[in-house]
């Protein structure tokens, strides 16, 4: 949903502790481009629909959104200053109206690139319902 | 005075006829994320697909989901799914050791070496978005009214 993508696009790059971490607004949709430097922040919609449980057209969504970094530090910082903004917080949704935001699954995890340089994940699931 | 009264007739009747335990139950549902996430895992040589399974306290599907994912692509390795403890029911997911890449998405694996450049894949997630489904379903009472009909 292009709405809710631009929605989570602004409250991320909107959030200053965010950005000075990033050094700027490094987020991306989907993957991050091939050689975007260290850190950055990747979000995508990983399951969700409509819930088709009343007349309105409730969604529920879940997304994955974490941060990458050379160190399992950085990394951690960029998630909790991704969930201070999220978390139980609103969102502006254009069209529609945010209901519920909330953090609910953790997840890290280190890569080593072909460089043999270590890239570290600290993220999590987040639910977004919106009606 | 206005009164609203609630008709409890159809929910008495399928409380009536819900003879299902909760082993049972959470059985049907492991089974069900099982099947949307093959369904909807990525398909190249099927040994994703193939490798997922259902492991319960008196059923273990890995072996055979194992061997599947093997005899789709001898080149990948398995780990088993443990089995339930406790509350828990039941575990279901794929066996394959790429599987969470997939899922969640990854950088370049060190044994492209190509330019030494990082390249990141985006994930295609599948079991997130059957769990997600099945839960839809339960929630919605679709589940439930095939349950009890």
């Not at chain 1, 709405?3 to 993957?31: C, F, N, P, Q």
């Not at chain 2, 789709?72 to 969470?100: F, H, L, M, Q, R």
């Not at chain 2, 969640?104 to 030494?116: A, C, E, I, N, V």
Request: net charge neutral.
């Amino acid at each position: 949903m292009n709405e809710l993508s631009a929605a989570i696009y602004s409250t991320l790059t909107g959030g200053t502790a965010l950005t000075t971490l990033l050094g700027g607004s490094a987020v991306y949709h989907h993957k991050a481009p091939d050689n975007a430097p260290l850190p950055y922040v990747v979000f995508n919609k990983q399951g969700g629909g409509p819930e088709n449980s009343h007349p309105d057209d409730a969604r529920d969504y879940v997304y994955f959104i974490r941060g990458y970094a050379a160190s399992a530090k950085a990394a951690g910082d960029i998630d909790a200053a991704v969930s201070a903004l999220l978390h139980r917080k609103g969102m502006t949704v254009t069209g529609w109206n945010c209901f519920w935001l909330a953090r609910e699954t953790d997840l890290e995890s280190e890569e080593t690139t072909p460089a043999g340089v270590s890239v570290y994940m600290a993220g999590a699931i987040y639910r977004i319902r919106i009606v | 005075m206005n009164e609203v009264k609630l008709d409890t007739r159809e929910l008495d009747k399928i409380a009536g006829k819900l003879n299902w335990t909760r082993k049972q139950i959470g059985k049907r549902i492991a089974f069900e994320i099982e099947s949307e996430a093959k369904q909807l895992a990525p398909k190249q040589t099927t040994a994703l697909e193939s490798s997922h399974c259902t492991v319960t306290d008196d059923y273990n599907g890995y072996p055979a989901a194992s061997a599947a994912a093997k005899a789709a692509n001898p080149k990948v390795t398995t780990s088993p799914i443990p089995v339930p403890t406790g509350n828990i029911i039941a575990n279901v997911g794929p066996c394959v050791d790429y599987a969470e890449a997939v899922e969640f998405g990854h950088l370049t694996r060190p044994f492209r070496k190509t330019s030494g450049c990082q390249r990141f894949v985006a994930a295609h997630p599948f079991l997130t978005p059957a769990v997600e489904h099945v839960a839809q379903k339960y929630n919605s009472g679709a589940a439930w009214k095939e349950l009890v009909e």
